[in-house]
């Protein structure tokens, strides 16, 4: 598999377990930190091939991805689970520890992100959802994420994820389906 877009990542190691997946171009942010000269990369990248930004799913990796993306409009993201970041021994997070498998998946769905986007679904429908507030909020907003495609957030992010991907109401309403069908 051949990725046409350059993928931003955070580090060396992600680019190992990515070049282990498929063959791709990467450019590293190197930390949380990114430098000037590295949104430059990135926004020729951009002019160039396309990119895809595919961060860590940590607090740190959601600061890059943000940072990036408001430098840098019109990238595609991509998203990996928690539960696949994990390394056998359990310790850390990332895109290093994921298997080529699930790194070729996240790059498969990977999605662009719109400004100023009709909203669809309400912050009332993620209220009446049980995605904000209550007490399986979290682990159901983590699932319905994994689901879509979209990455876990919190219960705001969530409504600003769903309207930047163009999430409609038939696809929320089977995912979210699919979640309480699971719990």
Excluded: W
Excluded at 66 to 85: L, M, N, W
């Amino acid at each position: 598999m051949r990725i046409k877009e350059i993928i931003v990542v955070e580090g060396k190691d992600d680019t190992t377990a990515i070049r282990r997946a498929l063959d791709a171009d990467t450019i590293e942010t190197n930390g949380s930190a990114v430098s000037s000269e590295t949104i430059e990369k990135i926004r020729l990248a951009q002019e160039k091939r396309g990119v895809i930004i595919f961060t860590d799913p940590d607090f740190p990796g959601e600061k890059i991805r943000k940072k990036v993306s408001e430098e840098v409009p019109g990238c595609k993201h991509a998203f990996i689970t928690k539960k696949d970041a994990r390394p056998v021994s359990g310790k850390g997070i990332g895109v290093e520890h994921a298997s080529p498998e699930s790194i070729r998946e996240a790059l498969r769905e990977a999605h662009t992100m719109e400004n100023e986007i009709e909203e669809v679904i309400t912050q009332e429908d993620l209220l009446t959802a049980g995605l904000i507030a209550g007490p399986r909020a979290k682990a159901r907003r983590e699932r319905l994420g994994e689901i879509l495609k979209i990455g876990y957030t919190n219960g705001k992010q969530l409504h600003k994820r769903l309207r930047m991907f163009q999430i409609d109401k038939e696809s929320f309403a089977k995912a979210l389906a699919q979640v309480v069908q699971e719990e």
